[in-house]
């Protein structure tokens, strides 16, 4: 699945994984999904409102990025994934906070304006 080009949401994969989140001083929200996951397409639209609406959030630009999890069983593995979806928060490339499972946008707000 291509993302729009116009996306502000990154498509992260197991090669670029590492440059783009663990060696990125800034926040990282990085949403670990599958094209199979109901509850995953729900959470789409919620990651390009994130990109925006924290663009110039403090502490630095929030970087928002999907991984698929079946095509990236590297990463997948090495993030401990046990569900779908999970968004973890990264901060110079060190994980703040984790969440299983979708959420209402009001939830996901309130999840990263507790750790920026």
Known sequence: MATDVDSPVLELTDANFQAAVRETPGPVLVDVW????????LMAPLMTWA????????????TVGKLEADPNPLTRDELKIQ??????LFRAGQELAR???AMAQ???????????
């Open 83 to 88: 569900g779908l979806p999970t968004l973890i």
């Open 51 to 62: 990109a925006q609406a924290y663009a110039a959030a403090a502490g630095g630009a929030l």
């Open 34 to 41: 599958a094209s199979w996951c109901g509850p995953c397409r």
């Open 106 to 116: 009001s939830q996901l707000k309130a999840f990263l304006d507790a750790h920026l």
């Open 99 to 101: 969440h299983e499972g």
